[in-house]
């Protein structure tokens, strides 16, 4: 039977071992244990690896340096998935090595996104009027 994902985020443990994971997956990258032309030429990072329930699955979030060249370095990333589960599995002891997937980490264009509206006119002309809302009239701050 299916688990049902936990509504509260992801366990103690799955936060544990993923970033045990993280820590591997950046230290094969760094040390280039992995030969591959796209990978020796990019510098790598892993900002975040989520696992799953069972943690059987290993979901990592990968951005080159400088954000270039991203769908060559996450191609190169899925045709070494196996030797890079390998360097894991020695690295994180653990009953199961993980499988490995790689996504682009777009935590960076949320950032700037957030970042771009809140240096749009309308809140910045909000923002310098001090214009109280509806809870800050509830608990009596925003009057002279």
Request: aromatic content about 4%.
């Amino acid at each position: 039977m299916a688990q049902k994902p936990n509504p509260n985020g992801p366990t103690q443990r799955q936060q544990r071992v993923a970033e045990l994971v993280r820590h591997a997956l950046a230290e094969v990258l760094q040390r280039g244990d992995i030969q591959d032309p796209v990978l020796g030429t990019h510098v790598v990072t892993v900002p975040e690896v989520r696992m799953s329930p069972d943690l059987k699955l290993a979901t990592a979030y990968v951005m080159p340096l400088g954000g270039m060249d991203e769908a060559p370095v996450i191609a190169a990333l899925e045709r070494n998935r196996k030797a890079l589960r390998q360097e894991v599995a020695r690295r994180v002891n653990l009953k199961f090595a993980p499988e490995l997937r790689f996504l682009r980490d777009d935590t960076f264009d949320e950032a700037a996104r957030i970042d771009a509206l809140l240096r749009n006119e309308r809140v910045q002309r909000d923002l310098d009027k001090g214009v109280p809302d509806e809870d800050d009239a509830e608990v009596g701050w925003g009057r002279p």
